[in-house]
């Protein structure tokens, strides 16, 4: 017989769900947001510069990495633990990162000079730059509003973010604009967003902004494990991406990036997830290792409950993601999904166990893990594209097969290293329940094809899998029950 939850374990569970849910909720509003202005960009500027702009946004993405050091983790973390540091952390943190940007853009133009790229991917890289150089500046200001276990406000800026990005860039598009102009006009929207969550910083708590040597060091110091596991992550994506542009067509890298952007979309109800995680497991870790294992059990067992149905519908039903690109431009984009459903099943499970493993303390190991994936893809990769497109014509199965190789060892090392306690007999039975439940889902998906469209399939597929969640318990009723109290309290304020 099981105990009743504590008051202090109902808090936490609220504080938890809370945070979640206003990620959650952001992330289902701009989803198809996000979804209509890559498929937007993918109809308007082709196969060709749509690759271009995926391999601009990777490569900058990685210099960012440097740029950041670690800081995303690092503030949320520090400020959790100590408050009043809050503004020394987040200004030394701006400071560093607007002294940094400019010498790691130079460093990798430099390197596409040297890889004979030419001059529309510059033009991406310089303008990507600028967009993303924002994006980390509003990224320290929501960091640091989360070290406060407050998830509101950067999901509200989040919503409002995508909602103008999409208003100024498809009118851009269907005006007759590229793939310069549709960049360019992010930037004042990225000014506009800045300014806006500046300005909650003080109401939240955070104190004057400075610049201290002993923050600095303190950031660094957190940092450094993060930035390296950082540069253990982002490689394999930079690595796929030159491979790719390298030793296959332009258009090829064009149908992976839309595989790889529709594989972004599905991630958002997990990051929204680690992102509300990740400083009170921190706290707990310090704290209260009890409830440090039951949170990431719980956190677990969410994760399999929601990656069973998206893995699934991504393997079933590709044809859906890639018509909103175009089936005609993008049609060899099914074939990489396919793939990629493995490799998205098994990255549900691999984040929050890096959040976990992370929050543990065990930065190091864990970047050992990450830097073993990278050699893995740095080996199939060369093997694997020329041999896919000799075979295929489609080079990127190369690249999805390695990501799928490599994340199974992420998750297997990541078990691995998870504190004892977790992994129990109750979060396999969900694990299990899950996937009885996807069995299911499977089921009735081939006995409505080909009968149905996909478009109504899909949806009763789903259905399915949510009666039998509901039905064999794989669904948890404490989480249930916090998730509701969470949205209910949401509304009787909206009411008041």
Request: charged share 10%; net charge positive.
């Amino acid at each position: 017989m099981q105990s009743e939850p504590s008051t202090g374990d109902k808090a936490l569970g609220r504080l938890v769900a809370k945070n979640t849910f206003y990620l959650t909720a952001s992330q289902a509003l701009t989803v198809p947001i996000a979804i209509l202005v890559n498929a937007a960009l993918a109809r308007f500027l082709g196969p060709a510069d749509f690759g271009f702009l995926y391999l601009a946004s990777t490569l900058s993405g990685f210099g960012f990495l440097l740029v950041n050091w670690g800081h995303e983790n690092a503030l949320p973390a520090l400020i959790a633990r100590d408050r009043s540091r809050a503004g020394a952390l987040l200004g030394t943190s701006i400071a560093w990162r607007c002294a940094f940007a400019l010498v790691v853009y130079g460093v990798i133009a430099l390197a596409c000079v040297v890889l004979r790229y030419g001059a529309a991917l510059q033009w991406a890289l310089a303008l990507t730059f600028v967009i993303t150089g924002f994006a980390s500046l509003i990224g320290a200001c929501k960091d640091t509003i989360r070290g406060f276990e407050r998830t509101d406000i950067p999901a509200y800026v989040h919503v409002g973010q995508q909602f103008l990005t999409a208003l100024c860039v498809i009118p851009a598009l269907f005006l007759g604009g590229g793939m310069r102009m549709s960049l360019f006009v992010q930037i004042p929207v990225s000014v506009l967003i800045l300014v806006l969550i500046w300005r909650t910083l003080r109401p939240v708590g955070v104190a004057g902004l400075s610049f201290q040597r002993g923050a600095l060091k303190s950031l660094m110091i957190a940092g450094t494990p993060f930035v390296f596991l950082g540069l253990a992550t982002a490689l394999q994506p930079n690595i796929d991406a030159v491979f790719l542009s390298k030793l296959a067509p332009t258009e090829v890298m064009g149908w992976f990036a839309v595989s790889r952007r529709l594989i972004g979309v599905m991630l958002f109800p997990a990051s929204a997830l680690i992102g509300a995680l990740y400083p009170t497991l921190c706290r707990l870790h310090l704290e209260d290792r009890e409830n440090f294992v039951k949170v990431s059990r719980g956190a677990f067992s969410s994760v399999a409950l929601l990656s069973v149905p998206i893995a699934m519908g991504c393997y079933l039903y590709p044809e859906i993601g890639v018509s909103l690109f175009s089936r005609k431009a993008f049609a060899a984009a099914e074939d990489n999904l396919r793939i990629l459903a493995v490799f998205l099943f098994l990255l549900y499970f691999s984040m929050p166990l890096g959040t976990c493993v992370l929050a543990a303390g065990k930065q190091r190991a864990f970047s050992f893990v990450q830097a073993l994936c990278v050699a893995v893809s740095a080996i199939l990769d060369p093997i694997l594209i020329p041999w896919f497109q000799r075979h295929s014509g489609n080079g990127g199965r190369g690249v999805c097969v390695a990501a799928v190789v490599s994340e199974a060892l992420v998750v297997g090392f990541g078990i691995a290293l998870t504190p004892r306690g977790i992994f129990n007999r109750s979060l396999w039975r969900s694990l299990f329940l899950s996937g009885a439940c996807g069995a299911l889902m499977a089921l009735a998906a081939w006995l409505m094809h080909p009968a149905l469209s996909p478009f109504l399939s899909a949806p009763l597929a789903v259905l399915v899998y949510g009666i039998a969640a509901l039905v064999s318990g794989a669904v948890d009723k404490t989480q249930l029950a916090s998730a509701k109290a969470t949205i209910a309290r949401k509304f009787s304020r909206g009411h008041a």
